[in-house]
């Protein structure tokens, strides 16, 4: 009689039959309350996630203002270096003029080059070797300065 009167004690002790009785009372509820606390819980689910989601967007925000400030920091940067040149006392240091001076000084000889007489032979070839004359002269070196100063 020691183990069943233990077994007793065990199954007393355990409250198994609060949550039997829980349970057969949440199961006895109308359906309608079943559906109502289901849809409640779902709710308050979805405003969980929102409220991450929500959270997750403002920091996003921010960082994206950050990288706002510094795009405008580097490129203010870039236009002082670019356009005062590294010793802002040189006028003469003036990069941007200086390589499109250099650069129209290059075209006005490539276009010299091409006589109004050697056009109307030429008709199927003038676009290609304007194009190619622009490429050529082009400011590279500007170019790449410039696409320098901004990654930095």
């Given amino acids: 009689m020691g183990a ?4 007793q004690e065990d199954v007393l002790g355990s409250q198994i ?3 039997t009785d829980g349970i057969r009372g949440k199961l006895s509820q109308p359906a309608h309350i079943l ?9 308050n689910t979805c405003h969980h996630h929102l ?4 959270s997750d967007l403002d920091a996003t925000f921010l960082d994206s203002c950050i990288l706002r400030d ?8 870039a236009a002082n270096d670019v356009f005062k040149g590294e010793d802002s006392s040189e006028s003469a ?9 250099r650069a129209r000084k290059d075209l006005v000889q ?8 050697q056009l109307p032979w030429k008709v ?11 490429q050529t002269v082009w400011c590279h070196e500007l170019e790449k300065e410039v696409g320098m100063l901004i990654i930095d």
């Fill in 35 to 43: 559906a109502l606390h289901r849809i409640s819980d779902a709710l």
């Fill in 17 to 19: 039959s609060l949550i």
């Fill in 124 to 134: 199927d070839e003038i676009s290609t070797l304007v194009t190619a004359a622009v």
């Fill in 70 to 77: 510094r795009i405008e920091e580097c490129t203010a940067r």
């Fill in 110 to 117: 490539t276009m010299d080059f091409l006589s109004w007489w």
């Fill in 4 to 7: 069943i009167q233990r077994y």
């Fill in 51 to 54: 409220r991450s989601i929500k």
């Fill in 93 to 101: 240091s003036n990069k941007v003029t200086a390589a499109i001076e």
